[in-house]
């Protein structure tokens, strides 16, 4: 890179302006190198690759368009180094695998992604890997779970579906005076409005799956922080396979460079929405970080650039009346899926947090009448027509 000060740019800049490999053909828009292996000048020259010269081997290791992807998201997370992956369960997997042993303990917050729970509490568990689920805001209960192998602690924020903030500074805090390091998945503020990093978190992943694509078309993830955590997390993927396509990486790069202008809509809507939620008498609450009643409104405001698209409310009348506003609306989509230019509703209870037991659900808070939405970039006026719709079936059901 030449002189050019690259970090004095702000985030709208870098998303549209980083990570950027062109060819001799002196294309504007950024090529796909849809390659499984690369070709050689010359037998000393695979040789040297081979024995570790800079340069490509192999898709599975590198390929220019992944690159590019990985360059542009790590500007935006303000991260020295960014590996991608096929999915973001790969992104998590590659950061367990490459940064805890059998016989370490984790501490992850019970309010993660169902699947990431299923990783850690099942599948990893054969392989001698314990886990201490503890709630996310409650800072003192992840210090009392802390034990003498205790390596890494795993939290979104915030946390889906009841909006939850953690304290990052904190946590950071009691994890590194225990020789842990603090992974935030953060796909549901993206860099654009929450960089752990700043925080005191040491690996930032994601799903690219949702925000970050936009458009709800493809399956891809990310690990990123310093080039030396980073490092094992890249040589696992190299060995071990889940490596993010080249055709995919390129709709998550072109995905970055709208993804500031898409969350300041997602997030405008989903404010007007939560207000005007609060306002109706179908309505028995709302969670979404950017209404002033939420009671960790203050933490979010400090943490975090704005408030996200995602709002979760409590419709009257349990899952009858929660199932008759979602069968109700014209618009809005039923789908278990988020971050989408489509506005989606899902019924926590039902679908994302079935398998959890009643006893769990109901100290998760995850009543029957949960409805989240993940507001879309509709026009608001017509989301909130809709909604409209959705309660007036809900009260007559
Ligand atoms: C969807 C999601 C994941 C899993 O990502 P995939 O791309 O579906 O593998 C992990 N964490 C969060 C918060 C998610 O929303």
């Known amino acids: ?74 500007a935006l997370e303000g991260a020295q180094a960014c590996v991608a992956t096929s999915s973001g369960m790969a992104a998590c997997l590659a950061v367990f695998m490459s940064h805890l042993k059998a016989g370490d303990h984790v501490l992850a917050s019970r309010a993660i992604f169902g699947t990431t729970v299923q990783m850690l509490g099942n599948i990893l568990a054969r392989w001698g890997l314990e886990t201490t689920f503890v709630d996310l805001a409650d800072s003192q209960a992840w210090r009392d779970a802390l034990r003498p192998n205790t390596r890494l602690f795993f939290l ?16 950071a805090g009691i994890a590194h005076a225990a020789q ?53 997390v890249r040589a696992f993927l190299r060995t071990a396979g889940p490596s993010m396509s080249p055709l995919n990486a390129w709709i ?23 207000e005007w939620l609060q306002g109706q008498p179908q309505v028995s609450r709302v969670f979404y970080p950017g209404l002033a009643s939420h009671p960790q409104h203050a933490l979010a405001k400090d943490q975090q650039t704005d408030f996200g698209g995602i709002v979760t ?37 039902s679908t994302t947090h079935g398998r959890i037991s009643p006893e769990a659900r109901a100290a998760a808070g995850i009543t029957d009448g949960l409805v989240r939405i993940s507001v879309g970039l509709e026009d608001g006026r017509d989301l909130q027509a809709d909604m409209a719709r959705g309660l007036a079936a809900a009260s007559n059901g």
């Open 1 to 74: 890179m030449d002189e050019f000060d690259w970090g004095s740019l702000h985030p709208e800049t870098l998303g549209i302006r980083t990570g950027i490999h062109t060819t001799p053909e002196g294309e504007h828009s950024e090529p796909i190198f849809p390659t499984s292996s690369y070709a050689f000048k010359s037998a000393a020259e695979a040789a040297a690759r081979f024995a570790g010269e800079p340069g490509n081997v192999y898709s599975r290791y590198t390929n220019p368009t992944v690159r590019g992807f990985e360059e542009r998201l790590a």
């Open 313 to 349: 409310f409590e419709v009257k009348g349990g899952q009858q009346a929660a199932w008759a506003f979602m069968d109700a609306v014209r618009i809005c989509s039923i789908s278990a899926n988020l971050g989408d230019a489509k506005t989606i509703l899902t019924h926590p209870a």
């Open 156 to 171: 979104e924020t915030p946390s889906n579906p009841m909006t939850e903030i953690a304290d990052l500074r904190t946590l």
């Open 180 to 232: 842990a390091l603090l992974v935030v998945d953060n796909t549901f503020c993206t860099p654009v409005l929450q960089r752990p990093l700043d925080f005191g978190a040491d690996i930032v992943v994601h799903s690219a799956t949702k925000y970050i694509d936009g458009q709800g078309r493809c399956l891809g993830g990310a690990a990123l922080g310093s080039a030396a955590l980073m490092e094992p």
């Open 252 to 274: 998550f790069l072109k995905g970055l460079e709208t993804l500031s202008l898409r969350m300041e809509r997602h997030c405008r809507s989903a404010l007007a929405l939560a």
